[in-house]
């Protein structure tokens, strides 16, 4: 049970970002509908909308749910409270709040969906399809209002609300936090919605131009209140890069300012076409497919804030000092040579782990042994040596893979086979990426599903060979499908949502923050990665000239990295 807490504190922090990202959908939906897809312009788009938001509105009660469900699993089995006790708990009185009012928006989205039945005399009369939509506005200004709901659960389940005193002005600085997100981020994807099915180009030019004024006004309020959110609960400079939830924020920064750029280049598009040049509006579409994308990783990674604590409530002495994080960043050779099975145990347990193989894996077993989120001992060196080997040897494949990939890019056709170092990469980390398991190891291959790390390292592996596979032959000319070249940016998404969440059982908070830096670099440069290729694929020729070195550039840089990955 104590590895099953292990996996629901990982799947907490996954269905958190979910219900967040579909809180986005469902407020930025409604918002869309009410105030940008107006009169006969906006009517296709508003008709297609209401089924992405009555969708999005049930698969936000159903991850409610599923929160709610690991959310008390975890509760009821580290406290030994009652499932009575816990119902009662603000988390879930917020959570099954939230659930209920997501199921009243569906029903009225889908009422509103509706249209109106012709009556008997009518019969021979044609009724334009246009008066259904105003009729169901109605409807839709009441999911509006049921929408505050969802947000007051949210900002309920916030560090503003578990703060013990001063808590107006965090609570309504969060507030105000989620609803610019959803208005701008949740409203993205209906965009692109009323976008493909506007008339003319005149009526896309109509419903752009709205949007991007909702979208400037709402980043205006996202930032001012990101701003003071990040005064609050920062603290000090020193805790930006000093702190786990530092780190985070600044990750999300950077994600935030990627974001920001897309924007920039879409507010321009659409300056033009009110001034009469529409034949950027193509451009425009897929500049926000990419914002949608990013925007959704970084709500993911808003997520991951929640599950560490503010970096304004540690003490000075678990900040890790800039000079911690240059050493620990300094260059160094990497580590190409494993240890043994032996040195990775702690010095208590080796005489044992050499005795037996029943005696040696018991005493694998007993160090493997979790409580959540935490080995019952700190990492030995050994263990420290292999997770810097199979970070060292997997920045060796990556570093190579992308200099094949310039290569490639630069007419040595024969580099176009780099996919191919991925799959080699893949059966790396099946064997080492948790070498105590099965195949070589002696604990089952089935129990690494009930531990996090190990569970994220498995669906690596899978998006990895993936990867390989679909993209080499994309390289090679042999892909079925265009679409096939869309595995890319797909895998990355995946791969940095990953690693946003990625879980590491150690008990020094400072070693925990040296690692994040690590894989928040790469999970930003992962996100670059993915979506400049996108981008390449989906934009006219000129600007896939010049996104077509992106991408390679960011795998050279993540090999860099993990080629220096350090832990000790």
Not at 110 to 128: C, K, M, N, V
Not at 365 to 376: A, I, N, R
Not at 447 to 471: D, K, N, P, S, T
Not at 540 to 557: E, F
Request: hydrophobic residues 55%.
């Amino acid at each position: 049970m104590l590895q099953l807490l292990d996996i629901f504190g990982f799947l907490s922090v996954l269905l958190r970002g979910l219900t967040l990202a579909l809180q986005s959908l469902v407020i930025g939906g409604l918002v869309f509908d009410l105030f940008i897809a107006r009169g006969e312009t906006g009517a296709a788009a508003a008709r297609a909308g209401r089924r992405l938001l009555a969708g999005s509105a049930l698969g936000l009660a159903l991850a409610q749910a599923g929160f709610l469900a690991a959310d008390a699993a975890l509760l009821m089995a580290t406290t030994g409270l009652g499932f009575a006790a816990v119902a009662g708990a603000g988390f879930f009185v917020a959570g099954a709040a939230a659930a209920i009012v997501a199921l009243a928006i569906a029903g009225l989205t889908f009422s509103a969906g509706q249209s109106p039945r012709r009556p008997d005399d009518l019969q021979g009369i044609e009724i334009s399809r246009g008066p259904s939509i105003p009729q169901g506005r109605p409807a839709l200004a009441g999911a509006l209002a049921l929408s505050l709901g969802l947000l007051a659960a949210a900002v309920a389940t916030s560090h503003a609300a578990a703060r013990l005193e001063d808590r107006a002005l965090p609570l309504t600085l969060t507030a105000l936090h989620m609803a610019a997100a959803a208005c701008w981020i949740g409203g993205l994807p209906y965009l692109l919605l009323a976008l493909g099915r506007a008339p003319d180009a005149a009526a896309a030019r109509s419903i752009a131009g709205r949007f991007s004024r909702l979208a400037q006004g709402s980043v205006a309020v996202l930032l001012g209140a990101g701003i003071g959110l990040a005064v609050l609960y920062v603290g000090s400079p020193a805790a930006v890069l000093g702190t786990a939830y530092g780190a985070m924020v600044s990750a999300k920064a950077i994600l935030l300012a990627l974001l920001l750029g897309l924007g920039a280049l879409n507010y321009y598009v659409v300056r033009r076409a009110e001034a009469g040049d529409t034949s950027g509006l193509a451009r425009l579409r897929r500049f926000a497919e990419a914002e949608v994308g990013i925007g959704f990783t970084v709500i993911l990674a808003a997520a991951s804030l929640t599950s560490q604590p503010p970096a304004a409530d540690l003490s000075p002495r678990d900040l890790v000092s800039l000079p911690e994080i240059e050493a620990r960043m300094a260059p160094r050779p990497p580590r190409l040579v494993p240890p043994t099975a032996t040195e990775r145990l702690p010095p208590s347990l080796r005489e044992t782990a050499g005795g037996s193989k029943g005696a040696g894996r018991h005493a694998v077993e007993t160090y493997l042994s979790y409580v959540p989120g935490q080995l019952v001992e700190p990492p030995t060196p050994g263990e420290i040596a292999l997770s810097e080997f199979n970070h060292n040897v997997s920045g060796l494949v990556v570093l190579l893979a992308g200099l094949l990939a310039v290569a490639a890019r630069a007419g040595w056709r024969w580099a176009r086979n780099w996919p191919l170092a991925f799959l080699a990469l893949a059966v790396f980390l099946f064997l080492l990426a948790d070498v105590e398991y099965w195949p070589l190891g002696p604990i089952p291959f089935w129990r690494g599903f009930l531990v996090a790390e190990a569970l994220q390292h498995r669906l690596a592996v899978l998006l990895i060979v993936a990867f390989a596979f679909y993209e080499r032959r994309v390289q090679v000319g042999r892909a079925a499908s265009p679409s096939t070249a869309l595995v890319f940016p797909f895998v990355c998404f995946l791969g940095g949502a990953l690693l946003l969440t990625h879980s590491h059982s150690l008990n020094n908070p400072k070693s925990e923050l040296l690692v994040e830096l690590s894989h928040a670099s790469i999970a930003i440069l992962g996100v670059a990665a993915g979506w400049s290729r996108w981008l390449e694929l989906r934009l006219p020729d000129g600007p896939r000239r010049a996104l077509s070195w992106v991408w390679p550039v960011c795998l050279i840089l993540v090999g860099a990295l993990l080629l220096d990955y350090r832990e000790s």
